[in-house]
């Protein structure tokens, strides 16, 4: 079982920048897809970013690419999303997430972390 720890959220103006961190524990990350996922009031989690095992690939929702970039160090068994250019309908709670497998799409498991919000003011 792996635990997984989400942190870096805050509030920020529209424009700014933060970076998330997603540790890991309890069991390691280095042979597993990672992702990132969101969840807004009122909304369904959704989806954010996704990087292969070796962080070789990756991918993003259209609503982020080119502001937002997924990263891993596997040694450090951590994840991060850095996010710049924020807006407020970024808003939200946002999630780590190992992934079960990560081919074109990627296939989440029932493993998540607490969250961290992020809160971009206008």
């Known amino acids: 079982q792996v635990q997984l720890v989400e942190s870096g959220g805050g509030l920020v103006q529209a424009g700014g920048s933060l970076r998330l961190a997603c540790a890991a524990s309890?069991?390691?990350?280095?042979?597993?897809?990672m992702g990132w996922f969101r969840q807004a009031p009122g909304k369904e989690r959704e989806f954010v970013a996704a990087i292969s095992w070796s962080g070789g690939s990756t991918s993003y929702t259209d609503s982020v690419k080119g502001r937002f970039t997924i990263s891993r160090d596997n040694a450090k068994n951590m994840v991060y999303l850095q996010m710049t250019s924020l807006k407020p309908e970024d808003t939200a709670v946002y999630y780590c997430?190992?992934?079960?497998?990560?081919?074109?799409?990627?296939?989440?498991?029932?493993?998540w972390g607490r969250g961290t919000q992020v809160t971009v003011s206008s």
């Open positions: 997430n190992r992934g079960e497998g990560y081919s074109g799409s990627y296939y989440p498991s029932g493993s």
């Open positions: 309890g069991r390691i990350i280095t042979s597993y897809p």
